[in-house]
């Protein structure tokens, strides 16, 4: 029985005001967490500090952007988001399918 692999591509909006780690380093922790969930992350990129079009908050009215492009069983989606939930550091998680 062959497993079907699914490509991601999730998209954070990344939270660092009280926190002393950098953006490298959180998507290096999001990486391994991707890793042990079973998916593999094929590609990142950093997108930088971005405006919010509307600001819930006017204390957090931006915030860093950033990409990981990811391959995997078709419950890695699910079971990052679920891992990741608690971590201050993200405040966004989106996800596409590919």
């Given at each position: 029985?062959?497993?079907?692999?699914?490509?991601?591509k999730?998209?954070f909006?990344?939270?660092?005001?009280?926190?002393?780690?950098?953006?490298?380093?959180?998507?290096?922790?999001?990486?391994e967490?991707?890793?042990?969930?079973?998916?593999?992350?094929?590609?990142?990129?950093?997108?930088?500090?971005?405006?919010?079009?509307?600001?819930?908050?006017?204390?957090?009215?931006?915030?860093?952007?950033?990409?990981?492009?990811?391959?995997?069983?078709g419950?890695?989606?699910?079971?990052?988001?679920?891992?990741?939930?608690?971590?201050?550091?993200?405040?966004?998680?989106?996800?596409?399918t590919?």
């Amino acid at each position: 029985m062959s497993v079907t692999t699914n490509q991601y591509k999730f998209s954070f909006i990344l939270d660092l005001r009280d926190s002393e780690d950098d953006v490298a380093k959180v998507l290096e922790d999001i990486k391994e967490t991707i890793a042990a969930v079973g998916g593999e992350a094929t590609d990142s990129e950093e997108l930088g500090m971005r405006d919010f079009a509307r600001a819930a908050d006017r204390r957090f009215a931006q915030g860093h952007y950033a990409t990981i492009d990811v391959s995997g069983p078709g419950s890695v989606d699910h079971d990052l988001k679920v891992k990741l939930e608690h971590d201050k550091r993200i405040n966004r998680i989106f996800v596409e399918t590919a």
